[in-house]
């Protein structure tokens, strides 16, 4: 099986599936995410060709997109089946793909290397200036606010907050981007993390500052 062609088709179908989207999960963020992914499997010695297919079909199973996450990867098994992906990886890339998505960090530690490089990729992608910039948007997609000074940093979206809609963008760093650096699974994965994390921790740090007027005094 050619590997090469096999990722253009995926590239291809993906790029058909997504290019709609608006809700975070537009075509570039896969592409960012595949790029990070073969960039990681590579430092850390993983399948690149497995990592890449699973990173450019990691969303197409999401529930946000198909009436059920089994609907979702079905069409992916369809797909690998349709494309005569070998059975080994096909069955890699669907163990990948149905485990590495957020749970609100809960979910058990991912089985194999390729899937923590996939995951960490895809990780990687919702912090530093990439995570800024889509946590904005997805705010404004969902109607919230950017800030809310009168709503104190939640850690945990409670049921309560939930029910009123009640998140910011600003809100949404504490309860999840903030998080993500402690979670995860390789050392280039932790290395990009710290960077991004860093970066983040200024930019509030700036918000603040700028939402007060305090800033360059
Ligand atoms: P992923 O691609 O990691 O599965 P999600 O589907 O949860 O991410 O969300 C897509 C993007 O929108 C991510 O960058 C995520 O951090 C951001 N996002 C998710 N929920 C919210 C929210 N309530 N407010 C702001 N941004 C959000
Ligand atoms: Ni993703």
Known sequence: MDEQWL???AR???KKQLE?????HDWWHIE???RLARRIAMEEGADVFVCELAALLH???DEK???SMEAGLRKVRDWLELHRVQADAAAHVMQIISTISFKGGHNPPVATKEAQVVQDADRLDAIGAMGIARTFAYAGWKGDLMYDPGLPPRTEMTRESYRHGKSTAVNHFYEKLLKLKNLMNTDSGRRIAESRHSFMERYLDQFYEEWEGR???
């Open 20 to 24: 709609t989207d608006s809700s975070g």
């Open 59 to 61: 969303d197409i199973a």
């Open 65 to 67: 997109l198909n009436p």
């Open 32 to 34: 960012r995410v595949t």
């Open 215 to 217: 800033d360059a005094k």
């Open 7 to 9: 990722l253009n088709e």
């Open 12 to 14: 291809a179908y993906v």
